[in-house]
């Protein structure tokens, strides 16, 4: 009995995974279209996600989405600036 019990919450949890993981792959996907047509046709985002049919419920959703890899990408484009001016005087001084 144990055995099964144990199994039956290994399949629930595994089937909560495949849940999850299916779920932030469509949100990737919606993010990346959102993304491609603010590049390409000039939209913002709210225009692009009009034009995806982006249900009003989510709109937040991949709003705050968007900002918030919009600041990790800022982060990382920074994050090596910071070595510059270091390496700058190290080749002239060499």
């Not at 009009?50 to 419920?57: Q, T």
């Not at 070595?83 to 005087?89: D, E, G, Q």
Request: aromatic residues 6%; proline residues 1%; without cysteine.
């Amino acid at each position: 009995m144990k055995f099964m019990r144990e199994l039956e919450e290994n399949n629930m949890a595994r089937a909560e995974g495949r849940k999850e993981g299916h779920e932030a792959g469509v949100a990737d996907g919606i993010l990346s279209s959102v993304r491609n047509l603010m590049e390409t046709m000039n939209l913002s985002a709210e225009k692009a996600m009009e034009a995806l049919k982006v249900s009003e419920a989510e709109k937040e959703k991949y709003l705050k989405l968007l900002d918030k890899q919009e600041k990790e990408s800022t982060k990382d484009k920074t994050a090596g600036l910071t070595f510059w001016p270091v390496l700058n005087r190290i080749y002239f001084i060499l």
